[in-house]
């Protein structure tokens, strides 16, 4: 099983830019699909965006699409997530994960705080 942790999150004015990373461990991570998924104080997890194992296939949620990016360096085992255009919205504590298996994931980060301010 890879493990993950993430790491860029901080406290950003509404309108700036962060890049979040996660960095994997383990020698399974290259056959891995990544997401990135957030959640709000008060509300449920939600997905934000996804790579395949190959680095094709980004995918992302309506609310983050055409701001997100989501990229992976597998030479560095590390997949990212830009975030741009933030909104006080996109305030939560965002987590990635990995699995083998399209929509499953078997491998979750601790979570890193963004908190978008106005």
């Known amino acids: 099983q890879v493990q993950l942790v993430e790491s860029g999150g901080g406290l950003v004015q509404a309108g700036g830019s962060l890049r979040l990373s996660c960095a994997a461990s383990?020698?399974?991570?290259?056959?891995?699909?990544m997401g990135w998924f957030r959640q709000a104080p008060g509300k449920e997890r939600e997905f934000v965006a996804t790579?395949?194992?190959?680095?094709?296939?980004?995918y992302y949620a309506d609310s983050v699409k055409g701001r997100f990016t989501i990229s992976r360096d597998t030479a560095k085992n590390t997949v990212y997530l830009q975030m741009n255009s933030l909104k006080t919205e996109d305030t939560a504590i965002y987590y990635c994960?990995?699995?083998?298996?399209?929509?499953?994931?078997?491998?979750w980060g601790q979570g890193t705080q963004v908190t978008v301010s106005s």
């Open positions: 994960a990995g699995g083998r298996i399209t929509g499953q994931y078997e491998s």
């Open positions: 383990g020698r399974t991570f290259s056959s891995y699909n």
């Open positions: 790579i395949s194992w190959s680095g094709g296939r980004p």
